[in-house]
């Protein structure tokens, strides 16, 4: 009786064992499984971001990320062409102060302001101060199209010139039409320069 005791508790206890190594095993399996799901569903890391605090010298002055960028050929006929979008998405308005991301590309736009060109951030681990000149987008639309009424008025000037029978002609062309194409050239240039929009450092570096 005792020996069949024994026997019974062997065989008990054997398969005990292996039920043991059984699950062992399938857990381990599980775990392996359930490991890149976990791995693919973890949060990816956030972006560098630092505390930026924006001034600017005129109200309505927004501050915009851009949110995309498609550029490449357009097979349309009759001719290709290349095409470049942006998509631009407002971020705060001056004065305001918030974490942004060092990794984006930003401008300033906004209610009556120029628009500036595209710049990133520098590199700060503390807090970075802006300073926003916004020009005029009144005065700064003025002096483009002024600078581009310029130039056509060259290039028609200079071509009824080349194309004058006298050398009487080609004079009063240059004096009548280029002169006053020059002019405009110049006077909208300066309104175009004055009254663009830039963005400064604290320290003065120009973005």
Known sequence: MRRRA???HGIVGRALAVWSALALALGV?????????????APAESPAQVLVSIKSTREGTVV???????KGWSLTLPFPAYTST???EPVCVA???MRLDQNAIYKIDGVGVAPSSAFVLPRSPELLELRVHAGSKLWHDVG????????????????VAAGASTAADAGRTLLYVCTPGLALTAIGGVLWGVNGSSVRTSSGRSL
């Open 86 to 88: 942006e998509q631009w």
């Open 64 to 70: 915009e990320r851009r949110a995309n960028h498609v």
């Open 29 to 41: 399996a599980r775990a392996e499984e359930s490991a890149p799901a976990a791995a693919a569903s």
């Open 144 to 159: 483009r199209g002024t600078t581009v009424l310029g130039v056509v008025t060259l290039i028609v000037g200079a071509a």
């Open 6 to 8: 024994s026997r019974g």
């Open 95 to 97: 004065p305001c102060a």
